[in-house]
């Protein structure tokens, strides 16, 4: 079976702090994906990032670090110089045939 | 180039009625998923076409659940006999043949009183 689990309900910092979400997941398949969607109050989901289990390479873009580590199963991501535009609910999923997501983490940045 | 779409974005019916939702895909791909995401929680999976296929339906997707894609472009998901417990929001996706990352449109909120 898969699982996803975020452990971070909520995460409040002030801006331009840096703040990591965590990502844990579970999968006995060699070959997967994870992702990581944005959740912005109008409820839209936006994808981020996908890596797939063959490519432990992290990746930068812009003020957004994803880490990927599978010696530990996770797939966190890091926002550097937080905004208050960053506000919303993260997800991570994780896809061997459909995608099982996490219960998100909401994270506020307050001005 | 424009994204999923969904009609209506908000939906309150009375317990006992049918309701019946509306997703066109971005035009060029071929695969599209249904989930359903309550408050606090993931999206959970409902369905998924490949084309006009229904290639795949949840455990959760229960017999008062019907999703269509006559033609392999929008589709339709229907919810007959609605329970308070359906209250959600219905969102669907879509992506294209050989990717795997999956476009989300705005999403139906559904009110069952």
């Known amino acids: 079976a898969q699982k996803v689990t975020q452990a971070q309900t909520e995460i409040s910092v002030v801006e331009k702090e840096d703040v990591t979400l965590d990502c844990v997941y579970e999968?006995?398949?060699?070959?997967?994906?994870l992702f990581w969607y944005k959740q912005p109050p109008s409820g839209e989901l936006v994808f981020l990032i996908r890596?797939?289990?063959?490519d432990e390479q992290n990746e930068i873009s812009g003020r957004y670090s994803w880490n990927f580590q599978k010696s530990t199963s996770s797939f966190n991501f890091t926002i550097t110089a937080s905004q208050v535009v960053d506000s919303a609910v993260y997800f991570c999923?994780?896809?061997?045939?459909?995608?099982?997501w996490g219960a998100g983490t909401k994270l506020i940045i307050k001005p | 180039d424009t994204g999923v779409s969904q009609n209506p974005r908000h939906k309150i019916t009375k317990r006992g009625q049918n309701v019946t939702f509306r997703c066109d895909p971005i035009?060029?791909?071929?695969?599209l998923y249904w989930y359903r995401q309550t408050l606090g929680q993931g999206p959970e999976f409902l369905t998924y076409?490949?084309?006009?296929?229904?290639?795949?339906k949840s455990r959760l997707l229960s017999d008062r659940f019907s999703a269509e894609r006559p033609k392999g472009s929008f589709s339709t998901l229907e919810i007959q006999r609605t329970e308070q417990g359906d209250s959600a929001m219905y969102l669907c996706?879509?992506?294209?043949?050989?990717?795997?990352?999956?476009?989300f449109g705005p999403g139906t909120r559904l009110t069952v009183l």
């Open positions: 996706a879509s992506s294209s043949h050989g990717t795997v990352e999956q476009f």
């Open positions: 076409f490949q084309n006009e296929a229904q290639l795949e």
């Open positions: 890596r797939n289990s063959f």
């Open positions: 999968t006995r398949d060699t070959t997967y994906y």
């Open positions: 999923a994780l896809k061997v045939y459909q995608l099982i």
């Open positions: 035009s060029e791909h071929n695969r």
